[in-house]
Structures are given as C-alpha cells and as structure tokens.
C-alpha cells in the first residue's frame, strides 16, 4: 500500500513538475518545425496527419514492414501537455491575486486545446460548386469519395444509397436495399484513366463490363500528395440482383456520370463521386463578380451573390452576398467565398460545419488577458524593487 | 549635478551638427536635369500602373531597381537620376538604348548572350538586343519547367527576358504615333473624307496596328479620359485609337506629344511650357490626383529610408567610438542622431501609410521597415530606463540592418503594390500583421542584446556585474512582451482564417513560423521561472531567438517557392543561412566555461 502510495506520489510530482512542461513544450516546437519542412513534400494535409494527427512519429518500414515509433507525436505531447498544466496548477500555484495572470492564460490554453481538439473532432469540410444561375442543395468532400446508387423510381425524389470510402476496398462484398448486391473486384485510390486500346484484355473481367465505362482502361496511380492534383480513385464493381450477375461497372471520380443498373421495373444508376452532404435548403447563385484593380491582373475582390432558398422556414429566404471575409452564417454551416472557375461563371464556396468554432475566440480572449495582466504585474513588482 | 553642467555645455558647434543633420534628413533632394529640362515637372506627373496612381518618379525608380538593382543610372560623365533615365528611354530611345541599365551577373547568361564574362556587370540594351529571339525562346522553354527545378542559370536567364520585357514596355508605354497633320483634323470635322481617300484609309490602318501594339504592350497607363463625372486612366495607344474611331481627342495626349515634340527638337523651354500646361490642366481637373502624386514624389525626392541606413550607421559609429574617446559626448550625440534617424524612419512609414491608404505591413518589404522601426522605438524606451547605450546600440544595428534588408526586397518594383481579394480588409492588416512584426521586432531587440552580452563578456573585460543585470533586465522584459504580441499575433491570424477559410488553424508554414517564435518565447520564460538556465543560459536563448525568428520571418517564404527560385531569393537564402550560421556561433561562444570569459563579473 505505501509503495503504491509513493509511486503515485512520485507520478504526480512527474505529471506537476516544470521539467515535463518545458519537455513538452520543446517537443511541441519540434514537431512544428518538422511538420513545417513536411509540408514541402508531403504537402499540408499529410504531413499534418503525420505529425499531429498520431501517436507516434514512425520510422520506415523495417524488417516485415514493422514500422518503430521514433518520437512521441502531436497526440501524445498535446495530453501530456494538457495534464501537466492541470497537474501543476493543482499541486504547485496557489490561487492568489498574484497568479490571475497565470491561471488565466493557462485556463484559456487548455480550453484552446479542447476546442482545437473538438473541431479536429466535429469540425467538417467540403466545398460547393455552383454555376450562375443555377442552385445546389449539396456539399462535396474532395479528399473522399463514395459509391452511391441512386433509385430514381419515384419520378418527384431520388434515394441515395451511399457506400463509404471506407469500404470501398478490393474483394468488399456490400449488400444494398432493392436487392442489389456490389463485390468490389478492384478499387484505385488513385488512378488515371484512358481509352482501352486492345479488347481482348487478359484480365476476363473486362468481357462482362457494362454500359458507358466499357471501352475505357483504368490504370492505377501513385498516391498523390500534391493539394492542388487531388486523387481520383477508379473502382471496377461486380453487381447482382437478387443473387443473379448482371454484370460488370467500371467507374472513375474523373468521369462522375451516373452509370443505369438494368432491374426491370426501376431505374437505379451506379456513381463513383467525391462524397456528398446534403442541405435541407439550396443555394441559388445569381451572379459571380470577380473585380480587379484597373490595368492589372490582381483581384481586388470575389463575391457571390446568393439567394437562400429553404422550404421548411420560408421566411428565411432571402438574398445575401458572400465574398472574402465576409462569410455566410446559416443553419450551423458558414459558406466561405473559396475559388471560381470557368470564366467567372462558376463560383467555389468553401463550406464547413464547426460546432466549436467560438472556442479560440474565447481562450484566446482569456490567454492575451492573462498575459497583459502578468506581465504589467511584474513590472509594477520590478518598479517596486527598484 | 556634474552630468547637469555638462549637457548645458554643449557647444554650438554641437547642436549645429544635429540640427544639419536634421536638416539634411528631411531635405527633399529633387532630380536634377543639365539638359535643361525641368525634370521636376516630368516626374511629378501621375500614371496608373500595377492598379496605382502613381508619380512617374515611382514608376522610373521601381523598374530601375528591376532592372540595375540601383535607382540611378551611372554613366562615364555623371549620375543619371531614374526620372532622367525614364524621360530619355520614352522620348529619346536611341540614346537610353546605349546606358548600360541591366545588371546581369551571371556568368553562363552573360556567355549566352555572348558578352564578355569579365568584372562588367552592367550591359545597354543595344548589347543584348542581337540575342533577344535566342532570349526568348529559351525562356519560354524555362518557363514550362516548375519553379522549384530550375538551375540557377534558368532562373537568371529568366529573370534578364523579364527585365528585357519591362523595358521595352516602358519604352512604348508614352509613345504617339507620328499622325499627319491633316488627320486628327480631318477626324474632328470631315470623317467622310477619310473614307473617300484610299491612301488616307491605309495610313489610318497602319497607326490604328501600331497604336493597339502601344496599348497592350504598355507598362503604365498615362492618359485620364473623362467619363462622365470622372477620370478613367488609359494607355496612350488606347487614347490615339479612341482619338482616330470615335474622334474623340483626350487633352493629356496632346500635352505628352508636344513635351515629346519638344525634346526630339532638343527644345527644352518648350518641354517645360508643356510639362507645365499639363500640370496645370491636372490641377484643375485632377485635383486630388495631381496633388497625390506630387506628395509621393516629395517622398520620393526625401528617401527618407535610404537617409535612414545612413543615419543608424552614423549613430553605430559614434557608439562604437565613444567605447574608447570621448564617452559622454558622442553618446550624446549618437542619441540625438538616433532620434533624427528615427524621425525620419517615421516619416518614411507616415507617408506611405497615407499613400498607400493602407496600414504600415502590407508585404515583405513593408514588414522589414516596420521591424526596424518598432525596434528602435522599443530600444529608446529601454535606453531611457538603462542609460548605458546597449540599447541604443542594438537600436542602430537593428534599424541599419532591416532598412538594408528592405532596400535589396525593393528590388521586385514597386512596393507599394494593390492587396489581393483576401488580403482586402484593412482591419486585419492593421491588428493582425501588425502585432506579429510588433513580434519579430521584438524577438530581434532581445537576441540582438543577447549578441551585445555575449560578445562584450567573452571578448572584452568591459561587462560588469551592474552592466549585466541592465542587459538581462531588458532582455527578459523584452521576451514578455514578445510573447503576448506574437501570441496576440498569431491568434489574431487564426481568427482571420477562421472569417475568411472558415478554420482557425491551417497549419500554413507562416502560421506555423508564428507559433515557432511564441513556443521559444515561452519555452525561454518557463525555464527562466523553474531556474533551469541561469542570466548566461537565458541570453544564449535569446541569442537563438534570431535564428527562429528569421527562420519564420524569411525562411518560410523559401520554402513555399522552393530554394532554387529567383536570383533574390537565391541570394536571400544565401545571406539566411549566413545570419543563422552566425547566431549559433554567437550562442556556441556563450556557452563557453566562465574562466575564458575575459570579463569577470560573475562569481
């Protein structure tokens, strides 16, 4: 019993001491750097999943494709940090009106962690393209894809049926409503794709392709890590009916046209798309202005002007401009003004539902406030000495 | 009392120097023409290029920078100001082609373009001319490689086209196609005659071709055409072809052709008549352009930057002096030169945040001035509490180095460019960008008195126990405030991403520069509180400080364009590495045992 007690004495004197915060901290530096340089090759995304998003910086695949942890990743130093700034305040700083300054910047820290932590957590990004004039009631993930079938029987709405990218693997065998049953005979994280040039391919599977993709040949990839080439996954799937192979489907992201499924009596199509969210409302685009300052090239400003279309609250309709800076609020979703295309027609908005988006506004409030408070402290105790 | 009667001592030679030197400082230095030609009244006209309205004395300056890396012409007999040099390419082109103005330094491009590889480093026109089609096919094969895989060669190479590009366009951009007499004539009262006149009709298509190549070549735009209640800016070509389809005639044209007329005719008394009548025909129908751009050309005609390096250094050599004769004077008097300096530092700031209507940081280059600034400001305070000249000082090296800094970055134009889409709003430039530079200021301020503790403690008996304690008192309450600046800094920054991205942090490599200076500051004060690192340690931390500093300041940049990029930034990242390389040899030299400390001040 006392040994246990002493061990768990000696842990928390650990978890409480300034070495583990100044250790932490020197960690926390490191891997912002490496993630820094990550960047260069890996590009953000990747390098950031590397770095901050694990438990462990890894080596290389040694012997049997073991990879050994190298150094402790952003998950592990974020809660040793987090623990020893709850650990120190309650074993070593005494609440006095000496301290404010302290807790309240470490208070506001800890929340910033959490927030950041939560919107890593719930915080959901992806992007709606719309063209002047025309309204969409969705949102795309471009970093993931989906396979849906979509059952247009009833003539008024479509049923969507989504696979999701995590299923999405060689050898996946997925049963879907109407019967249908999808064997996923090769699926592509990336891949390009071209016009087959010889059709007496090896591979059998080719024969029994149907439909549109028949004469197109998918030819995998490297993983890209280059932001601005996303991947295009490609799958070739086998699909039945109530048990009975209609046949093959060969789909690519690249070419994102609904493929038809022939089932007497329905009308099901077969999509490979980036993943979609749907929106109980729609935005309407009525015009994209993209000004630029006289004689240049250089944008001075992007904005759309939108018209919220909601059913279900009518009198939310309504007109409303977003451009840079000036994003849209609506229904727990915030529309961003991000990029356009085809000659000024098609304007990219950026959306992102983050529950916790107040957080760092807070802590931060709360940290600055901490700090000032501090240090005029100090320097009213340094004026006091002197 | 002693110190009293000394400073009411000053002799008037003293004070005179100070008061020249104010003087001097804030003395507008106007270009000068010998031809004659008030060249005053050429410089001050407005143009608009790059989105700006701006005085031709800008538009000579920056493209000069681009091309000759220096802002004026150097020729056997005598210096030729940019506004002089600019004047000559547009109205005299034959004599501007042979002044050597582009500086090309690199070896292999010199012996593509078959120059002499020797010392010579500045070349005419007329002696690249013969290479140009050559030129211009390897640089459109260059440009279809990316960036970040181009040799060094390539990147030169580049870099002459494009300064082939912006001089050529220059030299189009006030050109008036000669017209006959009768045509703008025949325009105004008789367009049927022209229809009727087959030989009329091909002129009018042949000055119609050229004046369509003058309007897209064009590097600035410099005739205001009335529209309505306004001014619009158009190129010449644009106005000569409205003159000679719509036939209607815009005044300014007419003034630039007679200043042009003038100087083909060598006629100087005529160009100043015209350069005046255009003046006033400005002032009374652009007012507020015309007084804008004679604003800027004061600025201009001040560089109060450029007087800056001059002033900071001359404060640097009376500290340094006053280490060995004369102490109380010449620091005196390095304080009141760092004041001048410092003065007109601010006016260089002051204007161009009217000009520019924007905030002081809006790029690169703004950011080094704006460092050097805050800098100095904060090192004046702290010399006001320790009067022992460590912080003045560190304000001289620090206000040299920067405005250094800002002149080689003025190299890209001009610098006062129009803010993209995203980086249109006012608000943020002003709180957040300025807080983080308030925080490189900063972080610098201390490593570069970490430098001063260092270097006298190891190399000089001079660092007593009392000079010390100042350096380390200023230094620790120098890295507090850094702290909360780049921590404001960079949660402002989140905060802008989160309204204009839609997330608060991006792990962006500038952002993640940021939080590098905030982890230090922070990693600094804690093992300072837990006593970890004692006075030596925490100056040796803060020496280290720099390095971070700069790694987030420029380094950054690099990495986002790759190393082999520009021939500026080839050389930025040489100068980098050497400034990173110092600051850890500075650092390694405070680690060093005590006992080979020639000052001994700690027991």
């Not at chain 2, 949660?491 to 204009?500: E, H, P, T, Y």
Request: with cysteine; proline share 5%.
């Amino acid at each position: 019993m006392a040994k246990i007690k002493f061990f768990a004495k000696e842990i928390i004197k650990l978890l409480s001491s300034l070495e583990l915060t100044l250790a932490g901290l020197s960690a926390l530096a490191l891997l912002v750097f490496l993630c820094t340089l990550g960047e260069v090759q890996l590009g953000v995304y990747d390098s950031v999943k590397i770095h901050f998003n694990s438990w462990f910086l890894y080596s290389r695949p040694v012997l049997g494709g073991y990879r050994i942890p190298l150094f402790p990743a952003g998950k592990i130093v974020g809660i040793v940090l987090i623990l020893n700034l709850l650990f120190a305040h309650f074993k070593r700083l005494t609440l006095s009106y000496k301290k404010i300054g302290l807790w309240l910047t470490h208070f506001g820290l800890i929340i910033l962690f959490v927030g950041q932590f939560l919107s890593g957590r719930f915080a959901r990004e992806s992007q709606m393209t719309i063209k002047e004039n025309s309204s969409k009631n969705y949102s795309e993930d471009p970093r993931h894809s989906e396979i849906d079938l979509i059952d247009a029987t009833n003539s008024k709405t479509d049923t969507v049926y989504s696979i999701p990218q995590g299923l999405l693997k060689t050898g996946q065998v997925i049963s879907l409503p109407n019967q249908i049953t999808l064997k996923i005979k090769h699926y592509a994280l990336n891949a390009a794709v071209d016009i087959r040039k010889n059709s007496d391919a090896a591979f059998p599977d080719y024969a029994l392709i149907q439909g549109p993709g028949k004469n197109l040949e998918i030819i995998d990839m490297p993983l890209s890590h280059d932001d601005n080439q996303p991947n295009m996954p490609a799958a070739l799937v086998q699909v039945s009916s109530n048990g009975k192979v209609l046949g093959n489907w060969q789909m690519s992201e690249m070419i994102p046209l609904p493929q038809e499924i022939p089932v007497k009596g329905k009308a099901l199509y077969l999509v490979l798309r980036p993943k979609r969210y749907y929106f109980p409302f729609s935005l309407f685009l009525k015009k994209f202005t993209h000004k630029i300052y006289t004689g240049t090239t250089i944008p001075s400003r992007f904005s759309s002007l939108i018209h919220i279309d909601d059913p279900a609250s009518p009198t939310e309709n309504r007109n409303t401009l977003i451009s840079m800076n000036h994003p849209l609020r609506f229904q727990g979703l915030t529309f961003y003004q991000a990029s356009y295309a085809q000659n000024d027609t098609v304007s990219i908005l950026q959306v992102v539902r983050n529950p916790s988006w107040t957080i760092p506004y807070i802590s931060s409030f709360l940290v600055a406030l901490g700090l000032i408070f501090h240090f005029l402290m100090r320097l009213k105790q340094a004026k006091f000495l002197s | 009392m002693k110190k009293e009667t000394m400073r009411g001592k000053n002799p008037i030679s003293f004070n005179l120097l100070v008061l020249g030197t104010l003087t001097w400082a804030f003395f507008p230095f106007f270009p000068h023409s010998h031809s004659g030609v008030d060249l005053t009244l050429f410089s001050q006209l407005p143009v608009l290029q790059e989105g700006r309205i701006k005085p031709l004395s800008t538009v000579a300056r920056s493209s000069l920078l681009i091309l000759s890396h220096k802002e004026k012409v150097s020729t056997p007999g005598e210096e030729l100001p940019a506004s002089q040099w600019l004047l000559d390419l547009v109205s005299r082109p034959e004599i501007a082609d042979m002044e050597k103005v582009f500086c090309i330094d690199n070896l292999d491009v010199l012996g593509f373009l078959n120059l002499p590889q020797t010392a010579q480093r500045y070349f005419s026109f007329n002696q690249i001319a013969p290479s140009w089609d050559r030129l211009e096919k390897k640089a459109d094969a260059i440009e279809k490689v990316p960036a970040k895989s181009r040799s060094s060669f390539e990147s030169a190479l580049l870099e002459v086209e494009e300064q082939m590009v912006v001089y050529q366009r220059l030299k189009f951009s006030l050109e008036i196609p000669d017209l006959p007499d009768s045509l703008p004539n025949l325009l105004l009262k008789n367009p049927r005659a022209i229809a009727q006149n087959k030989g009329l009709q091909k002129e009018l298509s042949d000055i119609l071709t050229r004046s369509n190549f003058i309007d897209q070549s064009a590097y600035f735009w410099a005739i205001p055409i009335s529209s309505g209640t306004s001014y619009a800016w158009i190129s010449s070509g644009k106005a000569i072809n409205q003159l000679l389809i719509q036939g209607t005639l815009s005044q300014p044209l007419l003034f630039y052709h007679r200043m042009e007329d003038a100087r083909k005719n060598s006629d100087p008394a005529a160009f100043n008549s015209a350069a005046d009548s255009y003046q006033k025909w400005l002032k009374k129908n652009l007012p507020s352009q015309y007084r804008w751009s004679r604003y800027e050309e004061i600025f201009n005609a001040v560089s109060p930057f450029w007087k800056g390096i001059v002033l900071y250094f001359l404060v640097f050599l009376s500290l340094a002096v006053s280490w060995v004769i004369w102490p109380e004077r010449l620091t005196q008097l390095a304080m009141r030169l760092l004041v001048v300096a410092w003065s007109v530092h601010s006016f260089g700031i002051l204007c161009r945040i009217v000009i520019q209507g924007r905030p002081p940081v809006t790029n690169l280059y703004s950011s080094a001035v704006f460092i050097g600034w805050v800098a100095v400001l904060l090192c004046w305070i702290l010399e006001r509490k320790f009067p022992k000249g460590f912080a003045a000082m560190t304000a001289s090296i620090i206000g040299f180095t920067t405005l250094i800094i800002a002149h080689h970055l003025a190299m890209t134009g001009d610098t006062m460019e129009m803010m993209r889409a995203v980086l249109n709003s006012n608000f943020w430039l002003s709180t957040h960008v300025s807080s983080i530079t308030i925080g490189y200021a900063s972080t610098f301020v201390a490593g570069t008195l970490g430098i001063l503790y260092i270097l006298k403690g190891v190399l000089t008996p001079s660092l007593d126990k009392e000079a010390a304690k100042a350096l380390v008192q200023m230094t620790y309450g120098i890295i507090c405030f850094s702290l909360l600046f780049s921590f404001v800094g960079t949660v402002l920054g989140g905060i802008w991403a989160d309204q204009s991205w839609g997330r608060f942090w991006g792990w962006d490599p500038k952002e993640n520069g940021a939080l590098l200076i905030v982890l230090w500051n922070a990693i600094i004060l804690h093992a300072r509180w837990g006593g970890f690192i004692r006075e030596r340690g925490f100056m040796v931390m803060a020496v280290l400080g720099n390095v971070i500093t700069s790694l987030s300041w420029f380094g950054v940049n690099m990495l986002g364009i790759g190393l082999h990029s520009y021939g500026w930034m080839d050389k930025a990242f040489f100068w980098l590495s050497i400034f990173i390389l110092s600051q850890l040899a500075i650092a390694a030299l405070g680690g060093l045992p005590l006992p080979y400390w020639k000052s001994k001040f700690q027991s």
